[in-house]
């Protein structure tokens, strides 16, 4: 299972984008990226996945270079409820379970 | 179509009680997972179960923790003689299919023993 890196935590102001980067040198080749997140005394929620290049939906963007070593995930225009803790870990179909490190905390502040 | 149900919320036990923390899935999952989250720690994988069946349990302790996934009715993560070092959140998360990478999770039992 590849070992994922991210910073322990982040603090932000309203209104502005966050780039939370994860770092996955030993990434398989058969491995998404995938990103939880987890408010304050909830489960996580799943919120983006990708393999390569970049994937956007309506809660962030993902963005995974070409050599696929590292991953980054986009929060544009953060707002107070944005704070929570983000997950990224590794999957693909062969995993049978979902293999959470310690995340990034993220604050926003007004 | 209601989410990952967990109960009891908070849970109070003094040690050497049991701790039984139920999970229903969302509507049409069958696979059901059990994870603790210890404070200022990220979550941990303790079981996988499948209706009637444990698929992995390789993050369950060995003594004292034991789960099921009955035919009819919620998942159990029983916790026999439970000790201080048991308090923690412990949370559920039910996928349609093995090897999902969607998991929903409920919004975890909070277990404090005293």
């Known amino acids: 299972l590849a070992k994922t890196t991210q910073p322990i935590s982040m603090d932000s102001y309203e209104g502005q984008e966050v780039n939370i980067t994860c770092s996955h040198n030993?990434?398989?080749?058969?491995?998404?990226i995938t990103w939880y997140q987890q408010f304050p005394s909830q489960g996580p929620r799943f919120i983006i996945q990708?393999?390569?290049t970049k994937v956007t939906n309506e809660v962030a963007s993902l963005f995974i270079p070409a050599d696929r070593k590292s991953s980054t995930l986009s929060l544009p225009r953060v707002s107070l409820s944005d704070t929570a803790v983000y997950y990224c870990?590794?999957?693909?179909?062969?995993?049978?379970?979902?293999?959470f490190g310690k995340g990034t905390m993220l604050l926003v502040s007004p | 179509n209601a989410g990952v149900m967990q109960n009891p919320r908070h849970l109070v036990r003094r040690r050497g009680q049991e701790a039984r923390l139920r999970c229903s899935p969302m509507?049409?999952?069958?696979?059901v997972y059990w994870y603790r989250q210890l404070p200022e720690e990220g979550l941990k994988f303790m079981v996988y179960?499948?209706?009637?069946?444990?698929?992995?349990e390789s993050g369950m302790p060995k003594e004292r923790f034991s789960a099921e996934f009955p035919k009819e009715g919620p998942s159990i993560l029983r916790i026999q003689q439970v000790v201080r070092g048991d308090s923690a959140a412990y949370f559920c998360?039910?996928?349609?299919?093995?090897?999902?990478?969607?998991?929903?999770f409920g919004s975890g039992t909070q277990l404090s023993v005293l």
């Open positions: 998360a039910s996928s349609p299919s093995k090897g999902n990478e969607k998991l929903f």
């Open positions: 030993n990434i398989a080749t058969n491995d998404y």
């Open positions: 990708g393999y390569k």
């Open positions: 870990l590794p999957w693909n179909s062969g995993y049978s379970t979902l293999t």
């Open positions: 509507k049409g999952h069958s696979h």
């Open positions: 179960l499948q209706k009637e069946n444990i698929i992995d």
